[in-house]
């Protein structure tokens, strides 16, 4: 089995994802040690709405973000991935404007928009114009070097991405992180890079074993409350490692549509399967939901897996599957001999819209 031989997945990933992955903790500390040099005006703390401003794998963090800390969270928080603001961005709006490489078309002209309104905005990147409009107009600013990412692909970028919003939501007071939980963020990635790791035999790593039942299916993720962003970053990862159809859903929501869906098409039967996390932090009533999910699914003869994540904390739980879908989508590439940086689509999109 190609997952047990490193050698044969290295040649088949020729922009080193791999690397990335093994790398998740040292973007982390990474990103700590900027977060050093990152201040805030104190005006910044008088606000009544988020905004955040992303596309893909430089939003998705703001989906864990907003999920994560869904009981905590004391004001709204809205995500756009689109070119424009909302209509209620005033001086009195945190606006995060986040991007990978400094350069994402909407979020450059959504951030004009924003200074227009004269909300309170701080950026997150590497670079590009988006640096040199936080430069120009004296925004806070956490500027992190990708050197921790070798493959360049945002999506594995996340702990740059991710923690860095969560540190900078942290320094503005909308978030409590204690130093203690702060420091488990890489001992906890790197615990579980040691479980889903390339190193651990397939018998014994959870990720291979799911990626080999996955394949040749499209995959529906289903997860719940503080996992709901782990899942969608899950879902976004098999699109674009493994080149693969997969979405996400969300219990209770799933319960009141999608499982009249199962019936047809009578393929549904041979094409799909669903990866359910679950965990036991979830409300009760939606545990209880996970598992008669589980029933109407099995009654519909479609393909599922479920996996309980083992962490005590729901943010240990979200880190862990941050990892494990990390995971799964690589050697879900890997099983289907392709290399898992490479987005064709993706690429010839952008070069048709810039004509």
Known sequence: MILDEINKIKKLDSKNMLGSLQLLSHQVEEILEAEKNFKIPASYKKIDRILVLGMGGSAIGSHLFKTLFFNELKVPVEIVNGYD???FVNNKTLVLASSYSGSTEEVLNSIKQASAKKAKIMVICSGGKLKVFAKKNNLPILIYTTNN???????????????????????????????????????TLIKYEALFGVERLMKDNPAKLIARNLLNKKVLYVGAEHLS????IASNQMNE????????????????????????????KTDLIFLLIESRLYNKKVQKRF??????LNKNKISNILYTVAEKTKL????????????????????QNIDPTAIPYVDFFKSQLSK
């Open 149 to 187: 990412n070798p493959c360049g692909s945002p999506r594995m970028g996340l702990g740059y991405s991710i923690v860095g919003q969560l540190v900078m939501f942290a320094k503005v007071g909308v978030i409590k992180l204690s130093n203690k939980q702060i420091k488990d963020i890489a001992i």
């Open 85 to 87: 603001v909302s209509g």
């Open 316 to 335: 240990g739980q979200v880190l862990e599957v941050l990892v494990l879908g990390s995971y799964v989508s690589y050697y879900s590439a890997i099983l």
């Open 241 to 268: 490692n493994a080149k693969r159809f997969a979405t996400y859903f969300l219990i209770p929501e799933l319960n009141h549509h999608l499982l009249e869906g199962m019936i047809y098409p009578a393929s549904n």
């Open 291 to 296: 598992n008669i999910t589980t029933d109407v």
């Open 229 to 232: 962003g782990s899942v969608h």
